[in-house]
């Protein structure tokens, strides 16, 4: 049988073109990019409850109510995950004169969506906790908007 020899490929071809090393430190922004987005969805859940009263011998429905605050991503860091991607692969298309100005921006690029996810999680915990949870009569649900994460303020009777 005679055997058909396939020609190969080196993998660095990518990086011998003009625009190669772009092109890996875009895959490296998107790898990154992707990792933050992560990273932030796991670490901006959270929670926390408070019930007042509950076995005294007041019966009044503020005696025996609970608040919960529930906290989840918000979407609007990931349009900003997504605004300061495009916005540096447009200025890397448009502006960039070198290739050294081209990396230095998509690094950038990088720094700032990984800052972002960072202080986006500190934030919204540092502020989760801060929110005095008073229940007050009646029972709902109060969704509170933030740009680093959202919370929704549920208040219940005790059980």
């Known amino acids: 049988m005679p055997t058909t020899e396939y020609p190969r490929v080196d993998p660095g071809v990518a990086s011998r073109l003009p625009a190669g090393p772009i092109l890996m430190r875009l895959r490296g922004l998107l790898v990154s990019t992707g990792i933050a987005a ?17 076995g005294g011998s007041d019966r009044s429905p503020a005696a025996s109510m609970c608040a919960g605050l529930t906290a989840h991503p918000s979407w609007l860091v990931y349009a900003a995950f997504a605004v300061i991607l495009f916005v540096a692969i447009g200025r890397v298309a448009r502006r960039a004169t070198t290739v050294p100005e081209a990396l230095r921006t998509l690094d950038r690029a990088a ?26 009569r009646g029972s709902g649900t109060t969704i509170l908007p933030f740009p680093f994460v959202w919370a929704e303020l549920t208040f219940t009777p005790a059980p």
């Open 38 to 54: 992560f990273v932030y969805s796991a670490l901006a859940n959270s929670s926390r409850m408070e019930c007042t009263g509950g």
């Open 111 to 136: 720094i700032l969506i990984i800052a972002v996810a960072l202080v986006s999680v500190v934030i919204g915990t540092v502020w989760m906790f801060l929110i005095p949870l008073d229940p007050v």
